[in-house]
């Protein structure tokens, strides 16, 4: 049956977890998308522990709003939907929380800026820092853009798809994709031409 | 597009050689555990469910069991706090309805006359008897020997009056004159009598509160004298006055 199972496409297997409730169709679909939405959120946050908690919820909301699944929409961009909200609504709840508590620490409540250690040439040692640069860059970059940059070029999915998700048409998720690569360039100038 | 793509290539590469961020081991179990714990909730609010009125419910029914309280203590302390500076007076009735108080008076004179004449009119067969009686007593009080000096001279000058009157033109002056000129001769004569004579009612002399002498014959005589030789006297005078 588990074998059946696995064979079953997205859509095909949360079909299945709705009419029949066979929890091993959505314990499929798990183990399929717990690695790409983790990844997606990450990227999106550049919070490892807030990203899990935000991929266990998505999650957990296919599992308790299956009946709200329309066979019309792809099951990845359903899911996705789900998870970019959550990170969206995640990601200004620790901005929020991040002024609150940095803004306080400046004389004369000016804004405090925090030492980025990072940036020194000293520092940068090989490509796993070099990661960790770029999603700092990333995370510098406004939050539409990030997120279709995210999906078109870490994702790697197709520009009606990345539509489809963030409910915009495909020219608006171009123009996005393009002004966050733009900004991603300038801000990781500095490290191509050290790296070249 | 494909000019864009080769445009921000460098990028692209850069964020496609991104190591994979994977969930960590412990995902699914987490993840089982965690939907069990909202399965035990779901079952423990389904039970509260069959106890308690629906959760959406409870907002707007707090909201109405608010208002219907209100709505009663606003009904029992139902004292209008009124402004007094928007208050129109209390109309006092029996004040402003008065306004005339010439014509009231008028009216009340009148009323009071008609009541007066309507008893005369009956009281006309008990007066004759008093009359009568106080002759009889009159008889009585010459008997006795008894004399008002004071009460003499008015009856003398109420007769005087009369006789003047009679030869003026035949203007008889009536009582209530010479109920009035007593009253101020009198200082016992109680408030009432006077407060009416300020009003302007006419009183009789029998309605006045002294004491009447009755004259015997012989009395009357002298008084009858007196009265002849004062209209002499007055006649007298008026000649040389004239």
């Known amino acids: ?196 | 597009m494909e000019n864009d793509e080769k445009k921000y290539q460098d990028v692209i590469n850069k964020l496609k050689g991104l190591k994979e961020v994977k969930a960590p081991a412990n995902f699914e179990a987490d993840l089982k555990r965690r939907i069990n714990s909202e399965k035990f909730e779901g079952e423990r609010k389904g039970f509260w469910k069959n106890i308690l009125v629906p959760a959406k419910l409870i907002p707007s029914l707090g909201l109405a069991a608010a208002a219907v309280v209100i709505f009663f203590v606003m009904e029992t302390n139902s004292e209008e706090i009124d402004n007094p500076f928007l208050i129109e007076p209390r109309v006092r009735k029996d004040v402003t309805e008065v306004r005339d108080y010439e014509a009231l008076k008028q009216e009340h004179q009148k009323e009071l006359a008609k009541s007066k004449s309507l008893e005369k009119e009956k009281n006309a067969p008990a007066l004759v008897l008093k009359q009568n009686e106080i002759k009889t007593s009159r008889d009585e009080n010459v008997s006795g020997g008894k004399k008002d000096d004071v009460v003499d001279k008015l009856m003398n000058e109420q007769d005087l009056a009369k006789d003047k009157g009679k030869i003026e033109g035949g203007i008889s002056i009536p009582e209530s004159t010479f109920a009035a000129i007593t009253d101020s001769i009198h200082p016992t004569v109680p408030s009432e009598a006077s407060s009416s004579l300020v009003a302007g009612q006419s009183i009789t002399k029998d309605e006045l509160n002294f004491r009447q002498v009755q004259l015997s014959p012989k009395e009357q005589k002298v008084v009858n004298e007196l009265k002849k030789t004062q209209v002499q006297s007055l006649e007298r005078s008026n000649r040389t006055q004239k």
């Not at chain 1, 329309?70 to 990845?76: E, I, N, P």
């Not at chain 1, 800026?113 to 640069?133: A, F, H, M, N, Q």
């Not at chain 1, 048409?169 to 070249?196: F, H, M, P, W």
């Open chain 1, 1 to 196: 049956m588990s074998k059946n199972l696995r064979e079953l496409s997205d859509e095909e297997l949360i079909l299945e977890f709705q009419k029949n409730n066979v929890e091993a169709a959505f314990e499929i679909l798990v183990q399929r998308y717990k690695n790409p939405l983790t990844n997606f959120v990450f990227r999106f946050l550049g919070d490892y522990a807030a990203c899990s908690d935000v991929v266990q919820e998505t999650m957990i909301k296919v599992y308790r709003y299956k009946d709200t699944y329309s066979s019309v929409a792809k099951f990845s961009t359903w899911v996705y939907t789900i998870a970019g909200n959550l990170a969206r609504t995640e990601y200004r709840r620790q901005r929020r929380r991040n002024f609150f508590s940095i803004s306080d620490y400046g004389e004369e409540h000016k804004p405090y800026d925090l030492p980025d250690e990072s940036y020194r040439p000293d520092v940068i040692i090989d490509s796993g820092i070099k990661d960790e640069i770029i999603q700092k860059a990333l995370l510098k970059v406004k939050e539409a853009y990030r997120e279709a940059v995210i999906l078109r070029d870490i994702q790697g999915m197709s520009y009606e798809e990345i539509s489809e998700i963030l409910g915009v048409n495909e020219g608006t998720v171009k123009s996005r994709i393009n002004r966050g690569r733009a900004q991603l360039q300038i801000l990781l100038k500095n490290i191509y031409d050290e790296s070249c």
